[in-house]
């Protein structure tokens, strides 16, 4: 089944009815275009309401863009709520720590990192 590509300016319910992957290629499609604060505007708009297993991957990428647009403190947020809907996403742990790591704060970021490494080898 194709899903349509929504335009911002429709209704929300057009938008929480996307797929994970209509939602990743609309906001991509925005990126190209330079449109970096709308595609994290569709990506929270989507998160909203979404109940999807993958939300995760959203809080992800939402994450990358903040990060990318100097929102730092919303960017953390976002990695941490990645984090916290799926414990065993170590990009997110990892991307995290570069972000505090990038902020000078070195010691925050081995703890994110460490945090990440222990929780493989208690699961392994």
Known sequence: MKEEIVQ?????QAVTGLG???VMQQAENLQAQGQLREAIDLYA???????????Y?????????LQSMGDMVGAELAYQSAIDLNPSFGQAYINLGLLYE???????ALLQWN???S???LFA
Do not use: C
């Open 8 to 12: 911002m300016d429709e209704s929300p």
């Open 20 to 22: 994970l992957m209509a």
């Open 45 to 55: 708009l989507w998160l909203k309401d979404s109940k999807e297993s993958t939300r």
């Open 57 to 65: 991957v959203v809080y992800f990428n939402m994450a990358s863009l």
């Open 102 to 108: 990038r902020q000078g704060l070195k010691q925050k």
């Open 115 to 117: 945090s990440f490494a």
């Open 119 to 121: 929780q493989r080898f």
